[in-house]
């Protein structure tokens, strides 16, 4: 019978409209295009192999560029939760690399809160 709510106002969130959630689908779009780049070994040998049997490849090769354009797509229309922009998009060019923000900086890792 010890009410231990003592500590519960200890950390204020800076931003507290912004739903964790949203940012972790955001993360996860960028995940997926990474994962379809990581599997581009696997993709040449399996079309190399199949070179070799005399088979056809157009149709892995249709499916894994369809892949790779519906990933590229579902992450370029991803919105920062923060400034209602594209999250990976700024101008025309696609970023890959960032976890942040293109326009607001805001970061995708739920453990980045620190203001800068
Ligand atoms: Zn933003």
């Known amino acids: 019978m010890h009410p231990e709510s003592d500590h519960e106002k200890e950390k204020e969130n800076p931003e507290p409209e912004i739903n964790p959630l949203a940012l972790r689908k955001i993360r996860r779009a960028r995940t997926r295009l990474l994962v379809c780049f990581w599997t581009l070994p696997v993709y040449v040998i399996s079309i190399w192999m199949l070179l070799n049997n005399n088979r056809d490849i157009d149709t892995l090769m249709w499916i894994y560029m369809s892949l790779y354009a519906i990933f590229a797509l579902d992450m370029a229309y991803r919105k920062c939760p923060r400034c209602g ?15 942040e923000c293109t326009h607001c900086s805001l970061s995708t890792r739920p453990d980045s809160t620190r203001e800068s």
């Open 85 to 99: 922009n594209q999250f990976y998009v700024k101008s025309i060019l696609l970023n890959l690399i960032t976890s």
